[in-house]
């Protein structure tokens, strides 16, 4: 079946520039079938997506963070990433890579999250 | 950006009962309306999609309804395993854009 699986530091200082892997299992990215985004979780914000990003490479990105996040893929590793520039605390909590399911509403497929710190 | 609002933020109700949780749309979404199941320590899981389609798996005891600015999400007969965090979720096609409700924790009473 399908699985994503988050990676990334953990840990980062605050003007930092947070990079997030989500490997696909289960599906090509290259098929063109879905979008794949990124969401974020924290206790202040609560769920707050981020962007997306097509097989063609076509992006979307929350209009709040276009200034400092972008998504890009690589189709032969199968894998999607996430980088979120000058880093903050605000940026901190669980960052989620999901699948978008049937005409692009909805969020049918999730990881299971990387926690993701901002310390001095 | 569509603000989506939940009520209420907490429900206290027992195993057996049936339990409706709203959430509100700022503008209107058509049927644009997801709901999920988020249980501590794990990701969200998918409910609801186009504010009355059962995914994949989902149990028939969840059911959702509603259109425009108003929607809910339905639990006939709560079972123990049912008490966790639901978010409802809108898509905004013409900006893209996808927010989120504040939340409902299901507490057991």
């Known amino acids: 079946q399908v699985q994503l699986q988050e990676s990334g530091p953990g840990l980062m200082k605050p003007s930092e520039t947070l990079s997030l892997t989500c490997h696909v299992s289960?599906?090509?990215?290259?098929?063109?079938?879905?979008?794949w985004s990124w969401i974020r979780q924290s206790a202040g914000e609560g769920l707050q997506w981020i962007g997306r990003?097509?097989?063609?490479?076509?992006?979307d990105l929350n209009r709040s963070l276009r200034s400092r996040a972008s998504i890009s893929a690589d189709t032969s590793s199968n894998q999607f990433f996430l980088r979120l520039r000058s880093v903050t605390a605000n940026d901190a909590g669980i960052y989620y890579c999901?699948?978008?399911?049937?005409?692009?509403?909805?969020?049918?497929?999730w990881g299971q999250g990387t926690v993701v710190t901002v310390s001095s | 950006e569509i603000v989506m609002t939940q009520s209420p933020a907490t429900l206290s109700v027992s195993p057996g009962e049936r339990v409706t949780l709203s959430c509100r749309a700022s503008q209107g979404i058509s049927n644009n309306l997801a709901w999920y199941q988020q249980k501590s320590g794990q990701a969200p899981r998918l409910l609801i999609y186009?504010?009355?389609s059962r995914a994949t798996g989902i149990p028939a005891r969840f059911s959702g309804s509603g259109s425009g600015t108003e929607f809910t999400l339905t639990i006939s007969s709560l079972q123990s395993e049912d008490f966790a965090v639901y978010f409802c979720q809108q898509y905004d096609h013409w900006a893209p854009m996808y927010t989120f409700g504040q939340g409902t924790r299901l507490e057991i009473q």
């Open positions: 289960g599906a090509s990215l290259s098929s063109g079938a879905n979008y």
């Open positions: 186009g504010a009355s």
């Open positions: 999901a699948r978008l399911g049937w005409m692009d509403t909805h969020f049918d497929l």
């Open positions: 990003i097509y097989a063609s490479g076509r992006t």
